[in-house]
């Protein structure tokens, strides 16, 4: 079922072999991620198959600490030589580094139990055992459906269909040991429109899940496509001003998104967030309620133990409008006298570090017509573009695109309009939450309304 790593050696042995090697080596303390992936993308456009790549991945990241010192390394050679020597560099290279007193590894009362994995929904045999014939079916029926919605989608991006079957494993030196297969699956189109002034008008939709049932019908996701291009011809710009402003599902991802990235651990000891000193206080609207949740089946932040080995947990970021607090890892709690949520990330390449997994802004009863209708003119966003966002401050100011609304109906499309306010304040005015709950990846949010935002246009 899962992919193997070398020569008959499963993933977990990998990991086992390169902690005991750098043991014996001199590490005081030390564990190994080994990540192992069969990756497959095919890509079409005009109903020809553009590109088809088939790739096979292995790699194992060891990280030694000796003393508070600490080396991180990465290595595909994993021949039994090979390891080996890269093993004992790992230790010397440690040893050479500077010292930090909160490095270290969890401690083993934290460490999640790997039979949890089996529960999750994080491996479908249906996507491993999908042929490229169907892979390329798929690709051609979303690109296709696109082209059949609308006589005005003149041309497309493609379509592509990516898969992965893999698995991960972790083996630290205090006697942690865990893995568990993974499959995902992502369908994507872009369609393009002709507006009367020539200007070609891009409509972009995906899906992305563990599991084939899950994935959006290809048809629907070339639909979908094919009206947010439509949409936006004729789009104008209008006069600035402040006035309400509508997230649609995915943009309001991008909020949850920024929100996250200033409420880690990390974030917080560098000063880089404007959420500190803040836990326990209101922070956003009553209606907000924001979680983190990694236990939830099938989703693609899912995971049983995080990137230390620590068991997952369900973390409230936001809970009624109060800020709950921060997302650690181990050593960022001990930097900052704290207790890790079970929210390490963690990269071949890289010391584990907090990040979010499966971010939720949980629904709210109003249907997505009824937020409108509440709206005598404002903003409908769809598409967001440029990085304005500063976490340490929160201040926000990003490229969007969109519907203006008047009378709580979406009136027409408008464009190159820049929206700007504080995430904080933003937070504090939602005023309402849709009930459509939509997944986009690792995260999932309704449609939102913020009661007032400057809307910069002509």
Request: net charge negative.
């Amino acid at each position: 079922m899962t992919a193997r790593a070398a020569e008959g050696i499963s993933a977990l042995d990998l990991a086992r072999r390169a902690v005991q090697l750098a043991r014996r080596a001199g590490a005081e303390q030390c564990d190994a991620i080994v990540v192992t992936g069969s990756e497959s993308t095919v890509a079409v456009r005009l109903g020809e198959v553009e590109k088809l790549i088939e790739a096979g991945s292995l790699g194992l990241g060891l990280r030694v600490i000796i003393g508070g010192r600490t080396a991180v390394c990465s290595t595909s050679d994993l021949t039994p030589a090979a390891l080996e020597q890269f093993a004992a560099e790992t230790v010397e290279l440690a040893a050479i580094s500077a010292p930090d007193e909160f490095a270290g590894l969890p401690d083993p009362s934290l460490f999640g139990r790997p039979a949890d994995a089996a529960a999750l929904g994080l491996y479908d045999e249906r996507i491993e055992a999908l042929s490229t014939d169907e892979k390329i079916r798929l690709a051609l029926a979303a690109e296709a459906a696109a082209f059949a919605a609308d006589t005005r989608i003149t041309n497309t991006d493609g379509a592509s269909l990516s898969t992965h079957v893999g698995e991960v494993a972790l083996v630290n030196s205090l006697g942690f040991e865990g893995s568990y297969p993974a499959t995902s699956i992502s369908l994507a189109v872009e369609a393009i429109a002709d507006d009367a002034e020539g200007k070609k008008r891009n409509g972009y939709w995906f899906s992305a899940e563990r599991s084939l049932s899950r994935l959006v019908d290809p048809e629907e996701v070339g639909r979908t496509a094919a009206r947010r291009a439509v949409d936006q011809l004729g789009a104008r710009k209008p006069a600035t001003t402040r006035v309400p402003v509508v997230f649609e599902p995915m943009m309001a991802v991008s909020l949850l998104r920024h929100l996250a990235g200033c409420a880690t651990g990390d974030a917080l000891y560098r000063g880089a967030t404007f959420l500190a000193g803040r836990e326990g206080q209101p922070l956003a609207s009553p209606l907000v309620t924001i979680v983190d949740d990694p236990r939830l089946p099938g989703r693609f932040g899912t995971r049983p133990f995080d990137g230390e080995g620590v068991a997952t947990r369900r973390n409230v970021l936001v809970e009624t409008g109060t800020f709950r607090g921060f997302l650690f890892d181990c050593y960022t709690a001990r930097r900052l006298g704290r207790t890790t949520t079970g929210s390490a990330s963690r990269s071949l390449e890289s010391a584990p570090s907090p990040s979010s997994s499966n971010l939720v802004l949980e629904p709210g009863s109003l249907a997505p017509g009824k937020i409108l209708t509440g709206v005598p003119e404002g903003l409908y966003v769809t598409a967001l573009m440029g990085a304005g966002f500063n976490p340490a401050t929160g201040d926000y100011s990003r490229g969007a695109a969109g519907f203006w609304i008047e009378n709580g109906q979406l009136a027409y499309p408008v464009t190159e309009v820049n929206i700007s306010g504080n995430l904080a304040a933003m937070l504090a005015d939602i005023d309402a939450v849709g009930s459509d709950l939509t997944w986009f990846g690792s995260a999932a949010a309704p449609t939102v309304r913020i009661r007032e935002m400057t809307v910069s246009g002509r």
